[in-house]
């Protein structure tokens, strides 16, 4: 009997079994495989997001319409504003006593460069001096014969050779006074070299203690205000054509090569240098900032409208793979596509367009390579 009722147990669990916890299980199945049907239909509905991470990581640019522009490059270099150079000379010869300036130094309007010990200021004050007494003399005697001419003491024919001598004396007294103030004579003969400008010293022939001759023709300094500078620029025979007055022109140095100075040319010189065979072109460019260091070697890059237009985006958002070229176009984090487009020209930093993109899409120029890639895996 025993065994008769645990043989009856075990055939009931198994009916139990067979009948509902098997199917129960088979429900369970299908519906977690249901499950994972469903999200991998949403998925594929969905399709690629970007993450906000990534979002946050790009950098977008319209699609635009300009006219195409023409770039040359050549090769020159810095050099100071001519028309605010000065050459400074000693205007007596004489001993150096000092030299307050060195090559590369700022110096202001008026501030002393050097001085200079010089007998020949002994001799312009001198002359001062001499055409002071003579001109108390010419206004005493000018006096004693107006008194006296009223005393009926001499003749109208003294008074006026009087004031003849007294116009003299003045006249001798201007050009005394005008010598000594070009020579900036103030007392005893030490001579002061001035800037006549505000500027940097770009040149320095002079040092302590030396003899410098009253007849030098050399100068002493140069002076030059780098406010502005220019970008002299040399221009090869067979490229004469290619630029023309007002073309606007980018000027990079090895200094500072990732900053672009903008300037246009502003002047071309029609001669043929016969030591390059190079004709020169000027830039004028604003260096407020000190940056562009004159004979400092310089890269110009000159661009010129045409009268047609295209369709432009920044060079850095085009992705080149497989001898063709793509960009990636955003609309929004989950609207993103590959477009495949063909290049009119690149010019620096502009990539002209003839096929592929509208007007006023947004291309993305940060981190588009990786978005390239996930798109196509």
Do not use: H
Not at 85 to 111: F, H, M, R, T, W
Not at 200 to 223: C, G, H, W
Not at 322 to 349: A, P
């Amino acid at each position: 009997m025993f065994y008769e009722g645990i043989l009856l147990i075990c055939v009931f669990i198994r009916l139990i079994v067979k009948k509902y916890i098997i199917p129960v299980l088979i429900a369970l199945s299908l519906l977690s495989c249901a499950k994972k049907e469903e999200e991998k239909v949403l998925q594929a509905k969905k399709g690629f997001e970007l993450s906000n991470t990534m979002l946050n990581a790009i950098t977008l640019a319209k699609v635009e319409r300009k006219n195409v522009e023409d770039q040359y490059s050549f090769y020159g270099k810095i050099s100071a504003d001519k028309n605010s150079y000065i050459d400074v000379y000693p205007l007596v010869g004489g001993n150096v006593l000092s030299v307050n300036a060195e090559l590369g130094d700022y110096v202001k309007k008026g501030q002393v460069l050097a001085t200079i010990r010089s007998t020949e200021l002994a001799e312009v004050q001198k002359d001062v001096s001499d055409a002071k007494t003579d001109l108390v003399v010419a206004q005493n005697n000018l006096r004693v014969a107006k008194e006296m001419y009223e005393g009926k003491l001499n003749t109208e024919r003294e008074v006026l050779e009087a004031k003849s001598v007294l116009q003299k004396a003045q006249d001798q007294m201007q050009r005394a006074a005008a010598v000594s103030t070009v020579y900036n004579v103030k007392k005893g003969n030490i001579y002061s070299v001035v800037a006549p400008i505000s500027g940097y010293i770009v040149q320095k022939n002079i040092n302590k203690d030396m003899q410098l001759r009253s007849d030098r023709s050399e100068n002493i300094f140069d002076v030059a205000n780098t406010t502005n500078v220019w970008a002299i620029m040399n221009v090869n025979e067979s490229d004469i054509e290619k630029i023309s007055l007002g073309m606007k022109a980018q000027v990079s140095t090895l200094s500072y090569p990732d900053k672009v100075f903008d300037g246009r040319i502003d002047k071309i010189f029609k001669i043929i240098d016969p030591e390059t065979n190079a004709m020169q072109a000027r830039v004028v460019l604003d260096n407020a900032n000190g940056l562009l260091i004159p004979e400092s070697k310089a890269t110009i890059k000159v661009s010129s409208s045409e009268s047609n237009t295209a369709l432009t985006v920044p060079s850095k958002a085009v992705i080149f793979d497989d001898n063709r070229s793509f960009v990636v176009v955003f609309k929004s984090r989950t609207d993103i596509k590959i477009k495949e487009i063909k290049i009119l020209k690149q010019v620096g930093d502009i990539t002209y367009v003839a096929e592929g993109l509208s007007e006023g899409e947004e291309v993305i120029t940060n981190n588009q390579l990786l978005i390239y890639r996930s798109l196509n895996s």
